[in-house]
């Protein structure tokens, strides 16, 4: 009898146990991922089995308050190779101080690569980062609550989560486009602005993209060609996005609604936004620019082209033998900043775009900077150490698309047990690992941008 009472004792706590693990993994184990905050005691991380996509528990992520927080895995892959991650996202009250920068979002740490931030309540959507392994051999990727640059509160749930390996596009044609915003509904401080673009607005747009096109072939020595694309939105533009640097301007948000269907039917490798926004009689308040850069729209680079709030006192846009040879300084000045933030990202070492003066370099009133300009993308501006400028790899790096991955192959990622043996194994050493990193790195900060440390 005691041996069957004993049996009954240690099949109950086999039981118990069993049931403890497999409780701990469907709420708490994040299948090898390290978690990460930058304030204590204001993020939760667990398994949710209420809100999920598919039958595995979702991973949440819960800021109270506003935070950067992230799940991560440092994953190796090969040098200069194109590679994406998915995921479904499902967000609740998601709000941060950078909207632009901070969100519910899939981010590489130590870069600024990420998706464009989430805000606000979202049922599930599908997420997709593209990027480029460049000189490393390993690298974070991460689900975030948060950005590289602001905090985040609100709720977030990942799922279905899956990394691929694609192959690089050879050719050298950038397919840019260029949406012409052609209405402008808007309303700021009591203030309400409308405005079209006008058929003087679209001829000149359109005389300088072909104008674009020639010279960025020009300027290049034929190591890159430009096709440009027009698209004309009738739905007006609502919302504007505002910092002090700046005051209005027109972000990557505040176009999604309008574009990005024609962004997804499309591999667009550059954006411009043509857009007016004031007339003689009054304007949205802008702040020193005509053309707006170093953005992105996802992974492709994105910028705004304004026109002149009254055509008839400037000469901007126009081409003119005497008065201004390089109507088109705009869309190349606005286009190399993101040349010049893709080989930066790289780690080469050439002048910053607005450099030139430091290089003998002055802005002519027939002609701009249309010599500097020409030099930069060359390699040719001279310097005691030789010539120096945009490496002609910059021409070949364009943003990765869907075609990238025509062929891809996955990999393991997400590194789900097996059965329950695993599950322990894994729990266990799991814990060994949190023990032992917030040891050595109790007073230690992951640098990517935003201040992280371990969790």
């Not at 001279?382 to 010539?387: C, F, N």
Request: net charge negative; proline share 3%.
């Amino acid at each position: 009898m005691k041996k069957v009472i004993s049996t009954i004792f240690t099949l109950i706590i086999m039981i118990a146990l069993v049931g403890a693990i497999i409780f701990v993994y469907n709420r708490f184990y994040f299948n090898d991922f390290s978690k990460a905050q930058e304030k204590d005691h204001i993020t939760s991380f667990y398994r949710e089995s209420k809100v999920k996509f598919n039958n595995d528990n979702s991973y949440c992520i819960e800021n109270t308050d506003f935070n950067d927080a992230i799940f991560f895995k440092e994953v190796t892959v090969e040098k200069n190779t194109p590679y994406k991650v998915t995921c479904m996202v499902k967000t609740e009250n998601v709000e941060s101080t950078e909207p632009e920068t901070s969100g519910a979002c899939i981010s590489v740490l130590d870069t600024i690569e990420q998706t464009t931030p989430l805000q606000g309540t979202n049922d599930w959507k599908r997420l997709t980062l593209y990027f480029d392994s460049q000189n490393s051999e390993s690298m974070k990727i991460g689900f975030r609550l948060g950005g590289y640059n602001g905090y985040t509160k609100g709720k977030v749930w990942f799922s279905d989560i899956h990394l691929e390996k694609g192959a690089k596009d050879a050719d050298k044609t950038w397919n840019v486009a260029c949406f012409f915003i052609n209405n402008v509904e808007f309303t700021a401080d009591n203030n309400k602005y409308s405005y079209s673009l006008t058929d003087e607005d679209k001829i000149l747009l359109k005389d300088n993209l072909q104008r674009f096109e020639d010279t960025c072939e020009k300027f290049s020595n034929s190591a890159m060609k430009v096709s440009t694309n027009i698209i004309e939105i009738d739905k007006p533009l609502k919302t504007f996005s505002y910092d002090a640097e700046n005051y209005y301007y027109v972000s990557p948000k505040d176009v999604e609604p309008l574009i990005d269907d024609y962004v997804k039917q499309n591999e667009f490798d550059h954006i411009f936004i043509g857009i007016r926004m004031g007339n003689e009689e009054n304007a949205i308040p802008v702040k020193d620019w005509i053309g707006l850069g170093s953005m992105k729209y996802d992974s492709i680079g994105f910028s705004n082209i304004r026109m002149p709030n009254d055509m008839n006192r400037t000469t901007m846009y126009k081409y003119d033998i005497q008065n201004d040879t390089f109507p088109e300084e705009v869309f190349v000045h606005e286009f190399l900043h993101s040349l010049e933030r893709n080989l930066s990202e790289r780690q080469y070492k050439f002048p910053a775009l607005h450099d030139n003066e430091k290089f003998g370099y002055k802005s002519s009133d027939s002609s701009g900077l249309k010599n500097w300009y020409r030099d930069y993308m060359r390699n040719e501006i001279k310097t005691s150490d030789g010539k120096t400028g945009l490496d002609s790899l910059v021409y070949s790096t364009k943003p990765l698309h869907e075609s990238n991955f025509n062929n891809a192959s996955e990999m393991e990622f997400e590194n789900k047990p097996n059965n329950i043996v695993d599950i322990a194994v894994q729990i266990f050493k799991n814990f060994k690992n949190i023990i032992t990193t917030r040891k050595e790195e109790n007073n230690n900060y992951y640098d990517y941008n935003s201040t992280i440390i371990t969790d």
